[in-house]
């Protein structure tokens, strides 16, 4: 077994009727879907197809649904530093994004906390996807996993947490019928660290 020294990885993290609502909540909302940005500031961003193809939801199209996996991950947040080696921090607040990476998309080696976003600490990457599962690829790779690149491959109802500094990579998606209920869907995020500046008032 290759040695994983980039990441934690729990299975079967939710219940499989919450599993399974995720899933459902993201076919019913399937034509609000528009193409992901990058960028470096909170609210701002470009559609760059060269480093990022995917499509994904606004937050406020499933704010109750992200409520099921903070609460959560909330509870296994003592553990998860722990197993990552981070020392406890104060969280202000949780970001999440709900992705969709279909036949040939793809999203190349980066990390999650430069400039903007240097309170990020931990991020994390909740799979799922229909049954059977319609898609190969799309699997989550660490670069500088030691002593070779760890791949994780993106399985229903599996989470992954790693550090928000760690350099990884998105493997390129293969789904023959490219129809949008095949893709490989991610519920992803970060536990953001309160600042100083958080406390500061006008």
């Not at 980039?6 to 993201?26: G, K, V």
């Not at 969280?91 to 994004?97: M, T, V």
Request: aromatic content about 12%; overall charge negative.
């Amino acid at each position: 077994m290759m040695e994983n020294n980039s990441c934690i990885i729990y299975t079967d993290f939710l219940r499989p009727d919450e599993n399974t609502a995720i899933y459902a909540h993201a076919l019913q909302n399937a034509a609000l879907f528009s193409h992901t940005m990058v960028g470096d500031g909170e609210n701002e961003g470009i559609v760059n197809d060269y480093w990022r193809h995917s499509l994904s939801l606004q937050a406020v199209y499933f704010k109750e649904i992200s409520k099921i996996l903070v609460e959560k991950i909330e509870t296994s947040y003592p553990e998860i530093i722990e197993k990552l080696q981070i020392p406890v921090f104060e969280i202000s607040h949780f970001e999440i994004q709900l992705t969709s990476h279909n036949h040939g998309e793809f999203f190349k080696p980066h990390i999650d906390n430069g400039k903007s976003f240097k309170n990020r600490v931990i991020t994390f990457v909740y799979y799922f996807h229909s049954f059977p599962k319609m898609f190969t690829g799309g699997q989550l790779l660490f670069l500088n996993n030691k002593p070779k690149p760890l791949i994780v491959e993106p399985e229903n109802n599996t989470i992954v947490f790693f550090n928000s500094s760690v350099k990884h990579a998105v493997h390129p998606v293969s789904c023959p019928s490219k129809q949008f209920e095949h893709g490989r869907f991610t519920l992803n995020g970060w536990i953001r660290k309160k600042e100083e500046t958080d406390n500061v008032k006008d």
